[in-house]
């Protein structure tokens, strides 16, 4: 499976943003996807994740309530937008997917996309 993430850059403080995470592959549709982001100096942090049906969604601690995790399954798409973000919020941000489990931690993520740039601006 490949995962090409993209939608990061540069943003305000209180602005919302929407990351797409697209995945290919014969099997792309049986891997649940999610996002973690790690920031300069801190270890990669768990962010929201959806099951492979798009019916169980997932969210990391700092991000609940200010996100929303979806996935259109006819793109293999996983959307995630996140509203009031914050100068906390800076971060890369990686797309993630899971076959077995659903990668709500790094042991639990088969693949890896490449890194998205999010900066907020305070």
């Known amino acids: 499976v490949q995962l090409q993430a993209s939608g990061g850059g540069l943003v305000q403080a209180g602005d919302s943003l929407t990351l797409s995470c697209a995945a290919s592959?014969?099997?792309?549709?049986?891997?649940?996807l999610g996002w973690f982001r790690q920031a300069p100096g801190k270890e990669r942090e768990f962010v929201a994740a959806?099951?492979?049906?798009?019916?169980?969604?997932y969210y990391g601690d700092s991000v609940r309530g200010r996100a929303t995790i979806s996935r259109d399954n006819a793109k293999n798409t996983a959307y995630l937008q996140m509203n009031s973000l914050k100068s906390e919020d800076t971060a890369v941000y990686y797309c993630?997917?899971?076959?077995?489990?659903?990668?709500?931690?790094?042991?639990?993520?088969?693949?890896w996309g490449q890194g998205t740039l999010v900066t907020v601006s305070s």
């Open positions: 993630a997917a899971g076959r077995a489990q659903v990668p709500t931690i790094v042991a639990a993520t088969d693949f």
């Open positions: 959806i099951r492979s049906s798009g019916t169980g969604t």
């Open positions: 592959g014969r099997t792309a549709n049986l891997y649940a």
